[in-house]
């Protein structure tokens, strides 16, 4: 176990050691190789990467140079990544195969390999990490060490002032202080529902027990969004501290988090980091020794979108089948193995520490006059800067689509963004300038959520969309109450006849019927929001419904029962890549005389549109 | 032989490595019965699905009725009751691949080996299921087989890939 004065022991010795990569002024002869080891960097082998540039440096008998495995730099789609630091050069989709190089030249010479930095959307080549437009208007609290440091490593996290907010909590503050702090700060719930947490914190204090939990929320349900599992393969410790910092206020003892077991990187990395934590006394009994005592537990899930809603978590935790309890008893009553808990989500948690350090109106002076601070999204879909991006709230979706986004790839239109996932709603192009806080989004019919940002563009069919949501929402309710099992079920057998062009007069009054019920009468969360993704897409694309019943046409040409792909024979030059390109072998022609498709066996699965160099194929 | 090594031999006089795997698991829980999950993820570790005769030694060793694990492992998308093959195609219709065309993707695996989501080839070398979001949306639309990620895929480059392992 670790006293104070050690810690800062600790901090002083590693702060020295890693501060060149923060200090763009440092002269000294020490160079770190950062290599991104998130989810996505790691599926494009950046692992190797990291061998290549070990072996190398014991090749060379090099003690300057480190090789540090990082949490995610949010830039995924350029992934792999490679930073230097202190000279911060930033080296995208790098392969194993281009280590050498890098190493002679860059390492051993100083000499930038150009091939290799990464550009810039406009094609731009740049140098540096903070000269790309994806990083301008981002402002970095929850990911500040993501990317930066060694998550396995307890020393760095502490030399950037880790479990200084702990420590200024249990030397200085009371209970209600901190509290005060959190409610001060403005901070709300970054789980999908928004709830004040001060609040939340406050309530759990008030429930009377010898035994209290305090748990996170790490299930991440949403498909295809990776924020909290990049919190955690980035920067554990900064949730296991505010979780114990949480277990202080309300009085608990021990916490639990709940993530999924599809999250192997995750779930080490916090393993590894709750090891760290209880070897240096940080959790356990008397942490730093005060007579507070805390330990956190990892509970798995195992991919159950209905596990990310509260009561039906506990239920797993717990080892059962997770369907939601009625509420009340609300868990700040009656939660874990029936004690008061609290639970928040793991983006909640991270903002705690810097709450606690820098103050409740440092925080509050960020964001809106409802919504404080910033929010993690994931940005997906057609854009092309794929990647975790952090915004001050009261930014508007236009500036994260095309300032940090970078626009839509392949020349195509902006046509809408999801938000909250299967819960939530689409914005279309008319509210692009609307700012992204809590009130405005739930005005315009989409929500916050819990940071899942999925772009389309105009080949997107939003009917389909909707059926695609409802397809998941169908697969994922836990089937307890009727209206949601059922209702839901029927909903998407409208949709799926819908994209068939068997659509029928009717349809969308029975499916905006069906909503309704659906919403009023299901137990659970799930069920009151599946409905979502029909009403919002209806709301502003209702001409794509009606013209897929009346005319039995899909106008983004996506469905494949209503499109055929053709050739424009005016366009085509008859260079054949189409019919090199085809799957199925349905294109034939001669070489400089227009192509054709064979329609009986096209699968209209549209690589040729792609592939034509002169735009001569279309959906039609 | 200790007291997991004799709950582990199996008919045939040897040790049941797979057995004993899960046995240490059960064992590190200390008859904890809310760690259900946790020894299930175990389970489906350690033999890819969770058999009966698995099934049968959690509920004994952890006094849980047998009905009751059955209907955990059946709640949860995760848990298997049938055997994988020996790759296993993942194709990702999480959101964000499925805007990029990961259907597609997924139409041409299904296409190519005669199965269905869900299903395996009657050789038993390829099974085929749909993922949501495996974490690498920078590279959708996303294809796995077993641990190995393919990224940026397109209906065409389907076969190719699916030839390395025939
Ligand atoms: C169907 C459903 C799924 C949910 N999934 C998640 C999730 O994956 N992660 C999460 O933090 N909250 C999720 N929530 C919200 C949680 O129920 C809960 O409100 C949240 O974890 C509270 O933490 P917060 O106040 O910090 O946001 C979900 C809710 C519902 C109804
Ligand atoms: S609303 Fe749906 S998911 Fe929620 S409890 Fe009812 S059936 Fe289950
Ligand atoms: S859409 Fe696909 S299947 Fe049809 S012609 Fe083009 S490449 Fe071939
Ligand atoms: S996973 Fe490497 S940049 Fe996101
Ligand atoms: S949605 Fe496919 S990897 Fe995330």
Redesign the pocket.
Known sequence: MKSIEELNEIREKTLSEISLRKDRNYTGREKHILVCGGTGCTSSHSKDIIEKFNELIKEHNLDNVRVIRTGCFGLCARGPIIVIRPEDTFYAMSHVDDVEEIFEKHIMNGEIVERLLCKDVDGSVVKSLDELNFYKKQHRIVLKNCGLIDPENIDEYLAFDGYKALEKVLTSMTAEEVIKEVSDSGLRGRGGAGFPTGKKWQFAKDSQDEQKYVACNADEGDPGAFMDRSVLEGDPHSVIEAMAIAAFAIGANKGYVYVRAEYPIAVHRLQVAIDQAREYGLLGKNIMGTNFEFDVEIRLGAGAFVCGEETALMESVEGRRGEPRTRPPFPAVKGLFGKPTLLNNVETYANITQIILNGASWYSSIGTEKSKGTKVFALGGNINNVGLVEVPMGITLREIVYDIGGGIPNGRKFKAAQTGGPSGGCIPEEYLDTPIDYESLSAIGSMMGSGGLIIMDDSTCMVNLARFFLDFTVDESCGKCPPCRIGTKRMLEILERLVNGKGREGDIEKLEKLAMNIKRSSLCGLGQTAPNPVLSTLKYFRNEYEAHIKEKKCPAGECKAMTK?MIDKEKCKGCSL?SK???????HGELKSPFE??QS?????????A?CPFKA?SRV | MNEIEKKSVCTCGEIDDNKKKLLEVIVSVNGDKSQLMKVLNAAQEIYGYIPTSAQKTISEELDIPMAEIYGVITFYTRFSLEPKGKYNIGVCLGTACYVKGSQMVLDKVKEILGIDVGGITPDGKFSLVSTRCVGACGLAPVMTVNDEVYGNMD??KVKDILDKYV
């Not at chain 1, 390109?581 to 294109?587: F, K, T």
Request: glycine fraction near 4%.
């Open positions: 792909v189409c390109n085809c799957p199925v072998q349905a294109i498709i064979d066996k096209c699968i209209k699965c549209g690589v040729c549109i592939k194929i | 209906p065409s």
